[in-house]
């Protein structure tokens, strides 16, 4: 069953993709708290690359970094080789952002790969509680060999993303 986000947002996916419901049993357990997932058309060698969207409220002291060594952690427990190869603090300081790149070695299905993510956190405001924020973390998911050739569609589909105040018509 999927999660829900801590604040509504709204988003366009790239021509092509393919919205999924991730649901336990299907290979998602990698990715708990998964709210939406979308997967790219053409498969690289039977892996689909991938868009996950979770979310959460995380405690004052968290900083994005913070946040994004817990994801390196938590893919350390499922994953092998697991390497940061880029991080980035973007954004302003009313919008603070994070970028970083993991690659890594992971089965899927009943075969080894070679995979690459790469992850964007958000920090957004609570539009109830002004004082409070949720961090939203994209990710895009996808082999070594086809990571480069999708990531324009990752691009493009993370400038659609805002925060669905419901006042859009």
Same mark, same amino acid.
């Given at each position: ?45 039977g892996f689909s690359a991938n868009i996950t969207i979770d979310g959460e409220i995380p405690p004052d002291a968290a900083t994005l970094a913070d946040? $994004? ?6 893919? *350390?427990?499922?994953?092998?080789? &697991? %390497?940061?190869?880029? /991080? #980035?603090?973007?954004?302003? $300081? ?6 970083? *790149?993991?690659?890594?070695?992971? &089965? %899927?299905?009943?075969? /080894? #790969? ?22 939203? /973390? ?8 086809q990571h480069d050739a999708v990531l324009a569609d990752f691009q493009e589909f993370?400038?659609?993303? /805002? ?7």
């Open positions: 069953m999927p999660a829900t986000l801590p604040v509504p947002i709204s988003f366009r996916l790239p021509d092509g993709w393919l919205p999924v419901r991730p649901e336990p049993g299907d290979g998602w357990e990698a990715a708990p708290g998964v709210a939406f997932a979308a997967v790219h058309p053409l498969p690289d060698a946040l $994004a060594d817990e994801s390196v952690d938590h893919l *350390r427990g499922i994953a092998a080789s &697991v %390497s940061v190869a880029a /991080r #980035r603090e973007v954004g302003s $300081a009313e919008a603070p952002a994070l970028t970083q *790149r993991l690659t890594f070695s992971a &089965v %899927s299905g009943d075969t /080894r #790969r070679d995979l690459v993510q790469s992850q964007v956190y958000l920090s957004l405001e609570d539009v109830d509680d002004p004082h409070k924020r949720a961090v939203i /973390r994209l990710a895009l998911t996808a082999t070594a060999a993370l400038r659609t993303v /805002r925060p669905d105040t419901g006042t859009e018509a």
